[in-house]
């Protein structure tokens, strides 16, 4: 059984069902029925692909997985049971030989006033989708707002965080908001959308390569995005962010991309775990419990490349060891000997949007048109499907306006900032994702 259907437990089920060739029964418990590609989220935020490129078919193309559809909220470790809750709402039970836990990870909250009220995450589609929808409204009520206050406000936009993903969503805002603001008429010859990117760091992609930092706040201060860092926010209000030097920015939009925390469900589980991410051996197994193992942003795994470090939370590391952890259940059931993790780190990818990128693959540092096309190359061989409808959707976007319209099926109130599930919008009266 594998808990997650991100990058490690997709291709943990992945592996696994091509190895047991059907002499195992693989079962796969995800909140929702598709995979998600997430570093392409912020292009799903800005208009250019539409959500379900980016969402692949678990079942279309996991053939020899089971898919259980539900939140699971409980592992008994000595009954071997895992309970959770389908999308109906129905509890519900199963038990496994083998465990594999991918739970991957939800927005992280830091004790600010008003942020949880106010602010709002980017790590799964309905957020994305919420934030289109916002955005797009905002241009739109600002475009007739008779009040220049209100104009303004309605047109400023604040991200919080300048890691790859808040880098990335003001890149990409920026673009999205001009295209938007040219096609309004209250709009067109008014002062251009306001973005603000705030971090506390002194540098944007503070954990990247310093390169990479440079090339993407060249490409951002081009855009006209007020970067800002060794800054950060005090206090959120509904009219608002108080910055920590004291400035209130009067904007209706704060996106909180601070980063992420394992999910909760690992600290429920009561075993040891390192900054909330589950303890696993470098074989990823975890340790007194043969039958279980972790891995992905859930699981604090050994770097063997770098003694006494755990491997950082991307889906480079997530994808490799969802394949290992697939061969060491394998070789648990005696079919093979395990393999222990390691990995050296091969680079990072920042899509600025436009023909932009940051990019240091294999550690050569690459920026402007080439860093894109590599970046966007990478990502159609990364996807596990979908591919020809994600480039289809590229090519239009290069040929046609962008356009603007909020189908408003996501409200703010469907994505708090503090949830355990992301991933799922939530609906009225019921838990997240149920019908
Ligand atoms: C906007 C953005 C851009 C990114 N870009 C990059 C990038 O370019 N390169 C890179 O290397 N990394 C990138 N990352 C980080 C990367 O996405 C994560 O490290 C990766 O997704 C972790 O994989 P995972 O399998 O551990 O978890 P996830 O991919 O998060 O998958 C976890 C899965 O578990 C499911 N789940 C969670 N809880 C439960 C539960 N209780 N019951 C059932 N199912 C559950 C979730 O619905 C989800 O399907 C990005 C992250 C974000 C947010």
């Known amino acids: 059984m594998i808990v997650g259907a991100g990058f490690a437990g997709y291709e943990c089920a992945r592996t696994l069902s091509k190895q047991a060739k059907g002499a195992a029964e693989i079962v796969l418990i995800n909140s ?4 998600l590609y997430v570093p392409l989220l912020p292009e799903v935020a800005a208009g250019i692909l539409e959500p379900r490129r980016i969402a692949v078919s678990l079942t279309g193309t996991l053939p020899g997985v089971r898919l259980v559809l539900g939140q699971a909220h409980d592992v008994d470790l000595d009954a071997r049971r895992v309970a959770y809750t389908d999308p109906e709402d129905r509890e519900r039970s199963m038990a496994y030989d083998r465990l594999v836990l991918t739970v991957g990870s939800v927005n992280k909250l830091l004790p600010i006033p008003g942020v949880a009220e106010h602010a709002h995450g980017f790590r799964g589609m309905a957020e994305a989708l919420y934030l289109r929808d916002h955005i797009t409204r905002q241009i739109e009520l600002a475009g007739v707002a008779e009040d220049e206050a209100e104009r303004a406000a309605r047109t400023t936009f604040v991200v919080v965080g300048a890691g790859y993903t808040g880098t990335e969503v003001a890149a990409h805002g920026v673009l999205f908001t001009d295209a938007l603001a040219r ?3 209250g709009l067109r010859d008014g002062p251009r959308p306001r973005w603000l990117l705030l971090d506390i ?5 503070p954990e990247l390569d ?3 930092s440079r090339a993407a706040d060249r490409v951002l201060r081009a855009r006209g995005v ?7 926010v005090k206090e959120a209000t509904s009219d608002g962010a108080l910055l920590d030097d004291g400035e209130f920015i009067n904007s209706r939009t704060l996106v909180w991309c601070v980063g992420v925390r394992p999910d909760p469900l690992v600290d429920s589980m009561g075993l040891p775990t390192d900054k909330g991410r589950l303890c696993v051996d470098e074989y990823l197994g975890v340790p007194g419990r043969p039958e279980v193992f972790a891995c992905g942003d859930a699981a604090a795994v ?8 755990v491997t950082p939370m991307t889906a480079q590391h997530a994808h490799r060891q969802g394949k290992v952890a697939a061969h060491n259940v394998a070789a648990s059931c005696g079919q093979g000997t395990p393999r222990a993790y390691e990995h050296h780190d091969l680079g990072f990818m920042v899509d600025l949007g436009g023909v932009q990128a940051a990019a240091n693959p294999l550690h050569i540092p690459l920026s402007g048109p080439l860093a894109a096309a590599v970046t966007r190359g990478y990502h159609l061989m ?20 962008r356009y603007g319209v909020h189908l408003g099926l996501v409200g703010p109130w469907s994505v708090p900032l503090d949830t355990e599930s992301p991933e799922v919008a939530r609906t009225p009266g019921g838990k997240p994702g149920s019908a």
């Open 32 to 35: 929702h029925d598709y995979f």
């Open 183 to 185: 096609q309004n008429a």
């Open 201 to 205: 760091a002194d540098r944007l992609l």
């Open 210 to 212: 310093e390169r990479l």
């Open 226 to 232: 007020d970067v800002r860092t060794g800054t950060s």
């Open 302 to 309: 050994p770097d063997l490349t770098r003694p006494g470090q």
């Open 382 to 401: 990364a996807m596990p499907g979908n591919r020809i409808r994600v480039a289809a959707d590229w090519i239009l976007d290069a040929v046609l306006p």
